[in-house]
């Protein structure tokens, strides 16, 4: 298996302009994840889906983010405008249900707003 | 879901055992304890968990004391790919309920 597939790997990008991150789960995997982590704040849970539904995005920070997950294979989490404070590190996760109930993640992109 | 209480840092001789402690002493009767562990640049990687029960695989053990209040993850011999931040979740074992990451503990395995 491919395990969770995201992109890009870095990111330097200009506040103020629109930030895409992208995520492939693992396939059959019916729930997906996205995570963001600081030096300050750890790994936080900003918003999952399952089905490509949108279940909880209570961790979502502010207006300026958001997530979309047109199909089982793909989902986007998107800046727009971005700042520096959204510099971090973030990961997409995705896990199958009734399998171990676990978690498998990408190796996560990491964005630079200057 | 219960929080946890791990320490911050711990070190460890290569090629020695490396036990790693996670008080959770309001845990409930429903929770699993889980350890992840993230390598510096990765993403958290699933290592093991278990309900009460002693559990072992490939790459760990995890023994839970019989009041459930606390466990120990044991990595029985150490090598220097296993530095990294050891994260101890306990949650209720229902698909797509969240995993909510403490601070972790900081593993270093000296040479």
């Known amino acids: 298996d491919a395990g969770v597939i995201q992109s890009p790997r870095h990111e330097v990008t200009e506040m103020g302009q629109e930030v895409t991150l992208r995520c492939k789960p693992i396939?059959?995997?019916?729930?997906l994840f996205w995570y963001r982590q600081t030096m300050m704040r750890g790994l936080e849970l900003l918003i999952y889906f399952n089905n490509n539904v949108p279940i909880d995005d209570s961790g979502m920070p502010e207006d300026r983010f958001s997530a979309k997950m047109p199909n089982a294979s793909f989902s986007t989490l998107k800046i727009q405008p971005s700042e520096p404070r959204d510099s971090a590190v973030y990961f997409c996760?995705?896990?199958?249900?009734?399998?171990?109930?676990?978690?498998?993640f990408g190796e996560g992109s990491w964005l630079t707003v200057v | 879901d219960a929080k946890t209480t791990q320490p911050p840092s711990m070190d460890c001789a290569e090629g020695r055992a490396a036990n790693l402690p996670c008080n959770h002493s309001?845990?409930?009767?429903?929770?699993?304890v889980y350890w992840y562990r993230q390598i510096h640049s990765q993403g958290p990687q699933y290592i093991i968990h278990?309900?009460?029960n002693n559990e072992t695989n490939e790459m760990a053990s995890l023994i839970i004391t019989e009041d459930r209040k606390s466990s120990t993850l044991i990595l029985p011999h150490a090598t220097l790919r296993d530095t990294a931040v050891y994260y101890c979740i306990v949650r209720v074992d229902t698909t797509g309920n969240q995993f909510y990451f403490g601070t972790g503990t900081s593993l270093t395995v000296i040479p």
């Open positions: 309001t845990i409930s009767g429903n929770e699993y």
């Open positions: 996760a995705s896990s199958r249900t009734g399998w171990k109930n676990t978690i498998y």
């Open positions: 396939s059959g995997h019916d729930y």
């Open positions: 278990g309900l009460k």
